[in-house]
């Protein structure tokens, strides 16, 4: 029997398993700026953004002190955070540039523009935000043609100067 999700359905949270929560907490809420909503001791925080009870779940219940999960193995490739606006992204940019903090990759994928970076425990994290849709690059047929090209950061950076 065939079934597709309702399209108002969403991804509510993520939850990673970290080896650090100060270190962590350093990443997403002090570099990033997520709010922390909770702590659960000294082993688990939830932040989010805009108040929301939690958008990302941290804890060390399994893996505190542990290395980071081998690269060459199932598991999360990445979390996707999404800004509302393109400013938005410019501002993330200025600060992981202020902050020295290295990016593993940024591209215009023709819907979005994304700058792809590892949290401390080498989790990947692809912040961005999509394009109106109707920029999204369709072929003839209707068909979305998603493309991978270099993200042109100066046109980024520019929106803070609005």
Not at 60 to 66: C, I
Not at 91 to 114: M, Q
Request: charged share 20%; net charge negative.
């Amino acid at each position: 029997m065939s079934y597709t999700v309702p399209a108002n359905t969403r991804i509510g949270h993520i939850h990673l398993k970290v080896s650090d929560i100060d270190r962590a907490l350093a990443f997403y809420h002090e570099l990033l700026g997520f709010e922390i909503m909770q702590r659960y001791g000294p082993s688990a925080v939830f932040v989010s953004a805009g108040g929301y009870h939690h958008h990302i779940g941290l804890n060390t219940w399994h893996s505190k002190n542990a290395p980071p999960a081998p690269v060459n193995s199932c598991g999360l490739y990445h979390t996707a955070i999404v800004y509302p606006e393109r400013r938005d992204l410019a501002v993330i940019l200025k600060r992981l540039a202020e902050a020295k903090y290295p990016l593993t990759g940024a591209a215009d994928h023709g819907v979005s523009e994304a700058l792809y970076l590892n949290d401390p425990d080498g989790n990947g994290v692809e912040l961005y935000w999509d394009k109106p849709r109707e920029q999204w690059p369709f072929d003839g047929s209707g068909n979305l043609q998603m493309i991978t090209e270099a993200l042109d950061m100066e046109s980024l950076l520019s929106e803070l100067k609005n």
